[in-house]
């Protein structure tokens, strides 16, 4: 098949742009176009269940209300997460926000208290919020429960956050589970350790895989949506093992694959582990998942509405 | 400043999704929005000169369209190529084509005449025409000229070419100059020393100096676009030093910095050189240009418009 | 000071490699040779206390006698290890091994059993293996325990693995301990769910941490080693917020930092965190740990026995 | 076959690391160890013709007098260099240096007349001495000819150096042809342009053609050592396709293949186009060069000798 070239015109839709790189079909417009299409296809298809994992700073860098929404519309089913992305959710939550990079010195940062995630900044003022909110939270919990599961616990969180914006909250409300196995390596563990210094409460670290394969053996098929690699793939990877694998998987990062870590390993490589199935379609998007998420989430939702 | 968080909706146009990168403005979306901002500004501003280089696959990759029109439209002011970049060029102008892999063996591919660049294909006998034509047009030229610089040679071949697709064509017409310093390097070269082992002509390695120099020096403000790296990035860059470097630049590439090669080195080193101003504004997009690229013209001629 | 160009002859010693490496003390070079010096450094001062980190498959990439040396010779002082690391250690511990690339497809693979990670195999036989022992010291263990922490818990394993080439077992016999606060996502972690379907034992998320606070507190200075970047470096850095962070750092990585994920980030972005001191002494070496690691190690050795 | 997993002692050999890096055989451990044998096999043999192709910061980063000796022992056959490394050859050769970097900020280099090549810095002073030395040589050579092939003009410039350090006169004298089809985008290109404002002399672009097709054909078997991507890389694959690819190709390199771009193509790709022959014996080293290649030299010397 022919590669056709793009054609960019003036008050061009993302619907349009979108066809363009289906239409060249190479490189990264290839990828961009195939991922497009298999998450619009996953998310309109009833018997298709969407997996969204989230690592590297997703949230912190703009990603929030695409995650929000895509929970608030149940067109993601399930999120596996690294503990930070639900950390900067909850210090937004409570009012805090993220800034800009003003192009400080690191060692300035540190005395003005911002933390640095490439070029976004976090105040301490907003984590110090975090840690008064966070405490309470834990011991409203507390009151009920002596032992949850990682994915309870984050259950019970959304539950008690006051704003419509925190995907947490939405996805308790709307009964998507939110997995996040290194949940203890973030703001929100470091918390939890201080507060069971004197309180009786325990999380279970192994507590979540029974609830977790029942959804992995109540989906018909699943498309494992995954931006960025980490912990979050491989456990996205890892828990569909016992159905013998995703059946459709898209992963956005800028890890490499010769090094043999997980995060810049090609798909394919699940296939041998049978963590994806044969003949399972699978696309990886080299880039910044800030931007291509958004641009692929874009055409997916005009693709998902026609 | 906050980062606010990207709001992504059906039917967004580009000009909206553009818009929602720069409101984030960190990371990846930060990137996008600071390069299409500046290429707007650049093509707008008439004391502003483009020059834009092409190493990568750029043309077989899917954007020979977008570099014609840039050229048709006078968007760009000056081109400096690759030479595999203005084959590829003239392989289309003679009616080849490029095709999307079927994912064969290499040596499979050998035996069937079949070149690859990543997963794009090239015919053989597309190559063989081209070799016809291109001789043709050497004989042409022969009969009028003896020597030529490498830009006047391929402004030569421009006038030549009966494709409005082609780039060459078009810069041609428009006066539009276009350099390639490794010319020699790619299939061009070779058809030229074929030819030149029977007939008297020679082209000057260092014959379009001059010329360049005085599009440098005639250039007000010089903004460079910069899709990849290699030669055509570090002669886009060196021939400005004349001026004491470029007033803005915007590189699209995937090589990272730490080996110290040219191609993956920020743009703020070629401050070092007076290859940039003090002061000049420079962005890096780190991504496959073959989509990032026209996202970014997309959005600019959106912002030029209005 | 002038870069020295490096001489290279035969019979050449590691020590007088890393020596030409120092004398020329840029790019790549300038990066080893300084990782060399610090590492050391840091293991020869007994105030300083070496974390290492290891994350990417470092033990099946051949790095697991290295690790199990500088345990056994207590030249680290603490390790944070993904679960993948102590899995893959307790296969080789039960029998099993890993096993050359003979480029198969990954189908083909999955038919017959064979786990892919880059160009290295895994048998299913092997995990067999390792199903039946770990239960069995599952069992073990839970005789005498209801509930442990994850440190706790593998330092158990590693109290009853037979044999002299684990890293767990000599960690557990030198009193070094093991962390892995996402063991969960490992073989580890599914037979332990699977364990506990029918046994009453609990692993706890948050129950390390004051342990690992006491660690990092005792410790009059930290040099954390991270290979790869992931959880274990997050949690390595985090767990030095307490004394207001680590005060050298080498981190080995494939990994870029634009994307913003903490597995690129450059070590200076810790600063602002608080995780690494002011003035600390930071390096990234860039490229693959499996052969730059055993290189460091090599020359610190020489290192320190002068 | 099994991995064998690395043991690192003190007192070690480059050797003995090497065996240990092949007895391992994965990930960049294998790689290694692949290229080390198939160098000095190639150089041992004497039907086969080692090209060696330098891009990126080659000569500044290091690397100088390890490629001055393998010329001088005549361990390479041809060379294919980007102009900048011959630059930079010369300015030692001329009396000046390379300087490691103090971190200034790039706007303060620029003022100090210091060009920065990422840790590197050059001196303004050093160039005024190349400008009026190449200036000289110019003049020499253009008393005996008023047209050069880009060979030719290296190799004269080769015979008129006073320094046996520099790599292009050991070149000169040992009757190893220096080719740079980018010449032009260098300090030599540029001071030839200014030179023949006023003076009568051309350099030939295609003049190179016949003698390296020449150089390729009386080849027997050719193994092609890439350091760096770019033109050379391209240039010395596509040399050989006039007797259908190279034999044998080593490349290290930092960059990545998706983008589409020669410099990150795998060699596998080179089958297609027959730049490597069918059976090549082909390897990819992922990493920073002015470290993998001393090592692999070093390694490759040890095995050259017994």
Chains 1, 2, 3, 4 share one sequence.
């Not at 269940?49 to 695409?66: D, E, T, W, Y």
């Not at 999120?79 to 690191?106: C, M, P, Q, R, W």
């Not at 963590?275 to 080299?286: E, H």
Request: with cysteine; glycine share 10%; charged share 25%.
């Amino acid at each position: 098949m022919q590669v056709k070239h793009l054609e960019i015109t003036e008050n061009m839709t993302i619907n349009e742009f979108i066809k363009q790189l289906d239409e060249s079909g190479v490189l990264g417009a290839g990828r961009i176009a195939h991922a497009t299409n298999l998450l619009a296809d996953s998310i309109k298809d009833p018997d298709t269940q969407v997996f969204l994992s989230l690592a590297g700073p997703m949230i912190p860098g703009g990603l929030r209300k695409i995650v929000r929404d895509l929970v608030a519309n149940k067109q993601v089913d399930l999120i596996i997460s690294s503990g930070a992305n639900l950390t900067h959710d909850l210090v937004e939550a409570f009012g805090g926000n993220h800034y800009k990079s003003t192009g400080e010195d690191d060692e300035v940062l540190q005395d003005s208290g911002m933390g640095r995630i490439a070029d976004i900044y976090t105040h301490a003022d907003d984590f110090e919020v975090f840690e008064e909110e966070i405490q309470k939270i834990f011991a409203d919990i507390n009151q009920e429960y002596k032992q949850l599961s990682i994915q309870e616990f984050i259950y019970e969180i959304g539950l008690r956050i006051d704003d419509d914006e925190s995907f947490i909250k939405m996805a308790a409300e709307n009964n998507i589970p939110i997995f996040a196995p290194g949940i203890i390596d973030c703001m929100i563990g470091l918390q939890l350790w201080i507060y069971t210094q004197d309180h009786d409460f325990i999380l279970s670290a192994a507590g979540d895989m029974t609830y977790l394969s029942d959804c992995v053996f109540k989906s018909k098929h699943v498309t494992a949506c995954m931006l960025g690699g980490g912990l979050p793939k491989h456990y996205t990877l890892a828990s569909n093992i016992l159905t013998g694998g995703i059946d459709a998987g898209i992963q956005i990062t800028l890890d490499r694959s010769e090094g043999g870590s997980l995060s810049g390993a090609p798909l394919e490589e699940a296939k041998s582990w049978a963590k994806a199935k044969k003949g399972s379609n699978l696309v990886t998007v080299i880039g910044d998942a800030t931007v291509l998420f958004p641009l692929i989430v874009a055409g997916a939702l005009d693709k998902i509405k026609i």
